[in-house]
């Protein structure tokens, strides 16, 4: 590996939230888990949760479509794969994160009123079926990106990086990408892992 090469990767590592996650529940397009991935690349995701459609099957990841369209993004973005959706959501609710579920019910806000700066796990649901309701119930809050036309919902991987780019400037406004928010030991340890990749 060359100096620049190691360079890029602290330089990436550094501004890296190990706060801020997706849950993608049985999100089942190849195509939209890449474009998701490539977006958590973009705002500093460190690793990502997914609960595979059909019953904790092996994630459609490795294919053609995953690689041509997420670019390589895949490599620094891990996905942990969890075989049931209302466990994962309590799983991180125990390590003390919020989950926000995006899913249009009575207790749906504006996505723009979640605090980002908490420790976050967005919940984002299929094409098809979306959010489940027990795991939507479960969720700390719901959010919903304000929608005006004729159709009722954005694609999944267009919902994910608009509250992205949310938690993003929020995380920018409050410093969050100014210090580490790995500790050293974590840093020097995915430096050497992606020094690998
Ligand atoms: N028929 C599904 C439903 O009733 O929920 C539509 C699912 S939508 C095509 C796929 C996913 O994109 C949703 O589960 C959610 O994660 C996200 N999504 C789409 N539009 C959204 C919006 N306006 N606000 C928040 N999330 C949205």
């Not at 490539?38 to 904790?56: I, K, M």
């Not at 995380?171 to 580490?180: H, K, N, Q, S």
Request: glycine content about 6%.
């Amino acid at each position: 590996m060359t100096p620049e090469r190691y360079a890029k990767i602290l330089r990436v590592l550094s501004k890296r939230q190990p706060t801020l996650s997706v849950l993608m529940d049985q999100v089942n397009k190849p195509h939209n888990l890449s474009a998701i991935i490539r977006t958590c690349d973009a705002v500093g995701v460190l690793r990502a949760h997914a609960v595979p459609p059909g019953n904790g099957k092996a994630l459609d990841f490795e294919g053609h479509t995953f690689e041509a369209t997420s670019g390589s993004a895949h490599k620094w973005v891990r996905v942990q794969t969890h075989a049931d959706t209302l466990e994962a959501v309590r799983g991180l609710q125990a390590q003390g994160v919020q989950v926000l579920a995006t899913h249009l019910s009575q207790r749906s806000v504006d996505y723009r009123e979640a605090d980002y700066t908490r420790p976050t796990c967005v919940l984002l649901g299929a094409e098809k079926w979306g959010v489940s309701d027990a795991a939507a119930d479960a969720a700390d809050h719901n959010i919903v990106i304000p929608m005006f036309g004729m159709v009722q919902s954005l694609n999944v991987s267009v919902a994910a990086a608009t509250i992205l780019f949310e938690a993003q400037r929020q995380r920018l406004a409050a410093g969050m990408y100014d210090t580490p928010q790995l500790s050293p030991e974590d840093l020097a340890r995915h430096a050497f892992e992606w020094g690998y990749s």
